[in-house]
T-cell receptor, first 110, second 111 residues
Framework: AQRVTQPEKLLSVFKGAPVELKCNYSYSGSPELFWYVQYSRQRLQLLLRHISRESIKGFTADLNKGETSFHLKKPFAQEEDSAMYYCALHPGAGSYQLTFGKGTKLSVIP | DTGVSQDPRHKITKRGQNVTFRCDPISEHNRLYWYRQTLGQGPEFLTYFQNEAQLEKSRLLSDRFSAERPKGSFSTLEIQRTEQGDSAMYLC?????????FGPGTRLTVT
């Protein structure tokens, strides 16, 4: 069975500081990894998908299969980045469910 | 199309009552998912539909839970004989491929 671990419940950084939200996964196959974000009083929304290798709102994430990690990074945090961030794993063909981590609350201090 | 919608947004019910939630997906999405989220946890998968066919169900989905998507458009999730442990946010998502787009959720409180 797949598992996603986000070791930090809360991460506080100062505005302009670099941000790294950690995500580790366990799965024996070749999964797809996602980051979802939930801003205050808004719905969960897709931020990044590893396969697209995009940078969204300055965030990037690289899939490291050797370390089974998919950490989310941003070089300079902004106040509007304060939100709840969830890492999610899709196992690929044969299953349809996303497995989410417990989430990390990012707080950017002005 | 303003995205996935869910109704009601909040539901308070007494233990033992039945409740039904509705989800309207994004119109061109053939895939529809239900998740449950409790405080301090990420969403947990409940069930998946492709068009009208229910193709995957989680072990979390006890026999008190049933979901339908009769015409491959909207979906309903019914919980019979609610228990206090059913109190949670129920999320619906729709999508194509592996990407999923979430609705605002229905918050259920069982008293």
């Amino acid at each position: 069975a797949q598992r996603v671990t986000q070791p930090e419940k809360l991460l506080s950084v100062f505005k302009g500081a670099p941000v790294e939200l950690k995500c580790n996964y366990s799965y024996s196959g070749s999964p797809e990894l996602f980051w979802y974000v939930q801003y205050s009083r808004q719905r969960l929304q897709l931020l990044l998908r590893h396969i697209s290798r995009e940078s969204i709102k300055g965030f990037t994430a690289d899939l490291n299969k050797g370390e089974t990690s998919f950490h989310l990074k941003k070089p300079f945090a902004q106040e509007e980045d304060s939100a709840m961030y969830y890492c999610a794993l899709h196992p690929g063909a044969g299953s349809y469910q996303l497995t989410f981590g417990k989430g990390t609350k990012l707080s950017v201090i002005p | 199309d303003t995205g996935v919608s869910q109704d009601p947004r909040h539901k308070i019910t007494k233990r033992g009552q039945n409740v039904t939630f509705r989800c309207d997906p994004i119109s061109e999405h053939n895939r529809l998912y239900w998740y449950r989220q409790t405080l301090g946890q990420g969403p947990e998968f409940l069930t998946y539909f492709q068009n009208e066919a229910q193709l995957e169900k989680s072990r979390l989905l006890s026999d008190r839970f049933s979901a339908e998507r009769p015409k491959g458009s909207f979906s309903t999730l019914e919980i019979q004989r609610t228990e206090q442990g059913d109190s949670a946010m129920y999320l619906c998502a729709s999508g194509v491929g592996y990407e999923q787009y979430f609705g605002p959720g229905t918050r259920l409180t069982v008293t």
